[in-house]
């Protein structure tokens, strides 16, 4: 039985990661911005109030776990606030940038003394986080801050390589979740599945995970993805 650590949990595609390791006999701690009602009714630890914004929201979720063995780390809180180009709100910008690039910096460094060599680190982000995929434009916040994510990435698989934690930059496909629904008929976003089934892809590749491939960029069904 693994400890799996989820940001991001409140709904979409974080709670489906909780629902389905507690389903396979692992032990979730899901970590919400707010709080979930439908995850304690599972059984499943809830920590409330982790603001990955927030040094002292990420302190207490630390404290909170202090003394426990976490096996896998996963980010998946995330924002998108979007407006088009000529009418740029900077303030959602940078508040795109802070959740989704610095949140799992953030979370990371404050729970790095409870992971252990063979533990895993899944950062959540985005395939239109893509330099080389990106042939429609638009989506300037999104697009830069999942870039970030990547990098931010890459540097901590280097960087824990030599303590025997591997890293994974995973894109779960396009999700039908609140924050998707107002993407869904945008040519960024294909056709949307269901947060179980982005949740058990992401699984699979993060129960792959090694030092072989940290640092990968990867889709939940398996396809690696260029930067």
Known sequence: MKTYVVTGADRGIGEALC?????????PVAACLGDSAALREHGIEVVPGVDVTSATAVAALAQTLAG????VLVHVAGIVIERP????????LQREYDVNALGPLRVTEALLPLLHAGARIGIVTSRVG??????????YGYR?????ANMAGVCLARDLYARGIAVGLLHPGSVLTEMTRGLADTATVGTLVEPAVAARGL????????????????????????W
Do not use: W
């Open 19 to 27: 629902i389905e390791c507690q389903a396979r006999g692992d032990r």
């Open 85 to 92: 180009l000529g009418a740029f709100d900077y303030s959602a």
């Open 144 to 148: 830069m801050s999942k870039a970030a």
């Open 68 to 71: 426990r063995r976490v096996d």
């Open 203 to 226: 699984l699979a590749r993060l129960d792959e995970l090694d030092l072989a491939s940290t640092g990968s960029f990867r889709h939940a069904n398996g396809q690696t993805l260029p």
């Open 130 to 139: 893509s330099i080389g995929e990106n042939s429609s434009g638009g989506l």
